[in-house]
C-alpha cells in the first residue's frame, strides 16, 4: 500500500488516532514535528492521497499539502 505525507502547521494531539480510528482505508504510521518550523509530518499508508485527505479533515487537520512519500527502511 502507498505511503502518504501529510504537511501541517502545529499538530494535534489526537489527530492520528482519528484518522486510523474513522478510516478503515488509512492506516497511521507515524509522525514527526519539527518545532524550530511549528510543521508536523504525518505519514499514513492509503490507497490514495484522496483517502488522506479525506481522513485528515474529518481530524481537523488543515494539511498545507499531501504528496506521496517513499521511505528507506531498516527491513
Known sequence: MPSFLVETYLARDSAPAELTQQSSRVRFDRSIHIPEDEICFYVFD??????????AKRAGLDP???????????D
Not at 46 to 55: E, F, H, K, N, P
Not at 64 to 74: H, L, P, T, Y
Open 64 to 74: 498545507i499539502r499531501i504528496v506521496e512519500a517513499v521511505s528507506s527502511g531498516k
Open 46 to 55: 492509503a490507497q490514495s492521497a484522496r483517502d488522506v485527505a479525506r481522513a
